[in-house]
């Protein structure tokens, strides 16, 4: 059991990535709060966790939410030792076509929020805590269509750094993991049906060295790791979790003879 005794939050626990986590904290011996908006799917997750996990419905968007129900996780589990700040979401912005609106969507969720949440967490966090923000490989990548996305999660990779910075008197730990394209509910219709599914696998597949699509196992071992005492070291990094798509795009499939 790496997480023993420790005390998580995860936002955006109630799917994809941050669900996977949230179950792999909870076989490691943590008790985890999860966060998101949708009360079902946040009920459904509690049930699946059990007695050593509190799932509150939050917005990241929304400060004083986010207080709160991390003063409530607190109080319940005691101080965190873990902040999995995951919660976020796709959002196209393609250049012709997107509002202020749409793009500030993207920017308030998955950066802004980001922020928030760890300021929201301080108070609450132990001496020596672990922060891991998820980012992607968009940070690095031009990928058509995701200009806020991209600068959401170029934003959240600079202010890991800027956080650890501030941090470090405390022994806190902030690192980043960056996953490539993984099996999630996020990937909305490229993935509704098992067709679309295929198609869409097949096309990371080629484009990425290691020649399949990611998992949440994958992250959320990855997340782990950062969490643990393993990685105490470890400050103001970003791992790709990405088969390595952003190191050794050369090595992919497409790329073979
Ligand atoms: P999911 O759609 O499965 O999960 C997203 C989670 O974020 C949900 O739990 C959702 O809960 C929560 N969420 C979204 N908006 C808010 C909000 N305003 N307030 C609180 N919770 C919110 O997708 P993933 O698991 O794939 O995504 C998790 C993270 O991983 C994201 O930050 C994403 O950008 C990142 N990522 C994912 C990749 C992938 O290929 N899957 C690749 C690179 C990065 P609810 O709907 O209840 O609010």
Do not use: C
């Not at 995860?10 to 909870?26: C, D, E, Q, R, Y």
């Not at 170029?154 to 730990?173: C, D, K, N, Y």
């Amino acid at each position: 059991m790496r997480l023993k005794n420790k005390t998580a939050l995860i936002t955006g626990g109630n799917s994809g990535i941050g669900l996977a986590t949230a179950k792999l904290f909870v076989a490691e011996g943590a008790k985890v709060v999860i966060t998101g908006r949708n009360k079902e799917t946040l009920d459904a997750a509690a049930k699946e966790l059990g007695h050593n996990a509190l799932a509150l419905v939050a917005d990241a968007t929304d400060i004083a939410a986010t207080d709160a129900a991390i003063k409530k996780g607190a109080e319940t589990f005691g101080k965190f030792d873990i902040v999995f700040a995951n919660a976020g979401i796709a959002g196209g912005t393609p250049l012709g076509s997107t509002t202020l609106e749409a793009f500030a969507k993207v920017i308030s969720t998955n950066l802004t929020g980001v922020f928030f949440t760890v300021q929201s967490a301080l108070p609450h966090l132990n001496d020596n805590a672990s922060i891991i923000l998820n980012g992607s490989v968009i940070s690095v990548l031009g990928i058509p269509g995701y200009s806020a996305y991209g600068a959401a999660k170029a934003g959240v990779r600079s202010m890991a750094r800027t956080m650890a910075s501030e941090l470090s008197p405390r022994g806190i730990r902030v690192n980043v993991v960056a996953p490539g394209a993984v099996r999630t509910p996020i990937w909305g219709a490229a993935v509704a049906t098992p067709e679309a599914e295929k198609a869409f696998e097949q096309r990371i597949a080629l484009t990425t060295p290691l020649g399949r699509m990611g998992e949440t196992h994958h992250i959320s071992k990855t997340v782990l790791f950062l969490a643990s005492d393993d990685a105490a070291h470890i400050q103001g990094q970003e791992i790709f979790v990405d088969g390595g798509a952003v190191a050794s795009p050369s090595g992919a499939p497409i790329y073979r003879g």
